[in-house]
Structure formats: C-alpha cells, structure tokens
C-alpha cells in the first residue's frame, strides 16, 4: 500500500508521486503526480476501468491520448477525463518530458496495481506502463486479480476472464501474484 509522499520510478527516465492515496480519500480517489519521458517506440495497451473515471490535467509537455480510437494531444494547462468503461491509451508521444496529473475515482485498487507493474517493470519483469513480458501467467494473474480497474481491449473480456480464472491458480502455485509486499514495503525515493 502506498502513502502520501510515495515516488515510484520506473529506471531512470518516468516517475509517480503519489499526491493523495487512497486512504486520504477514505478510498472516494487516488491522485498521483506523474512524469514521463517520451515514448515513440512503445505505447501502453488500450484497456478500460470498468468502474472507474479517470481525470488528467497537464502541467508541462504533451501527452497522447486515444480515446474510443479518438487521438487528442492535450498540452500544458489543458485538462481530459475519461469516464469509466471507455476503451482508452495515454503515452507521452512528444519531444520533451511531459508532467501532468491523474485522478482515478474511486480508488478501489488502482494503487495496489501501480505499485506492482511499476515494481515489476523496475526488475525488468514487466514492460514500460504495463506492456507484458513473458512469463504470460504474470500477466494473467494480474488481469484477473485487478479485473475491476482494469481490462484490455485485446483478448476481449469474456474471453480473458474465464481463461485467467482458471491460469490464476496455476500461476499463484508457479509464485506468481497479483500484488507483492516487497514493492510497497521499499522507502520512499528522494525526488
């Protein structure tokens, strides 16, 4: 679980501040402060949050975002919201380092979630915001255990659910797991 004041960094180049975690909010919001360097080369998967709205508001750079195939470049001082159950992807696609921040309302999990795709992605064991890497029964154990925030467009649905339903088990068994203490268990980073 993090805390207020908690930095995440994913190697050298993106960083997320938590701003207000969630039990600030009593669980109502989670709102971090991120930085991303640009991303030309790899953009994170399309997906939605079944219960869950999202609000970006950017303070420098660019960021991209395709929104029900919709592109938007969203500049300083420029703000978006996503409502929940929209079919979205946000990437840094300029020249620069880009800093904005990002409320997800409720929080439920998301925080638990970001914690360890940053924490796996820091090991090399994920990639970059959430593009998976073999092993693939990492991937599916953390669909189904982050199935309410989370949810690609790609395998659809009611196709992943029932599959990663029954691989969870096999990868919990394996020492896979949706959630790990050691990344929420790290000191906070200077910033």
């Known amino acids: 679980m993090a805390r207020t004041g908690d930095l995440l960094r994913q190697g050298d180049t993106d960083t997320m501040l938590f701003r207000s975690a969630a039990a600030d909010s009593e669980g109502s919001f ?26 970006f508001e950017i303070i ?9 195939d919709e ?11 996503i409502p929940r159950n929209t079919f979205h992807t946000v990437w840094n696609n300029g020249t620069e380092r880009a800093r904005f921040i990002w409320r997800t309302t409720p929080a439920l999990k998301t925080e638990d979630m970001y914690v360890t795709l940053w924490g796996l992605a820091d090991e090399g064991r994920m990639g ?17 255990g982050y199935r309410d925030e989370y949810r690609l467009a790609k395998p659809a649905y009611p196709v992943m659910l029932p599959l990663s339903a029954l691989l969870t088990p096999v990868a919990r068994l394996l020492g ?11 000191p906070a980073l200077p910033q």
């Not at 915001?129 to 669909?143: E, I, T, W």
């Open 71 to 81: 592109l938007h470049e969203i500049g300083p001082e420029s703000s978006i919201d």
């Open 176 to 186: 896979y797991q949706p959630y790990y203490q050691r990344y929420s268990s790290r």
């Open 60 to 68: 420098s750079g660019t960021m991209s975002f395709l929104v029900e």
């Open 128 to 144: 970059r915001h959430g593009q998976p890497r073999p092993p693939f029964l990492q991937s599916v154990c953390l669909m189904y």
């Open 30 to 55: 989670l709102e971090v402060e991120a930085e991303y360097d640009p991303m030309r080369d790899v953009r994170p998967p399309v997906h939605r949050h079944p219960r869950q709205d999202e609000h």
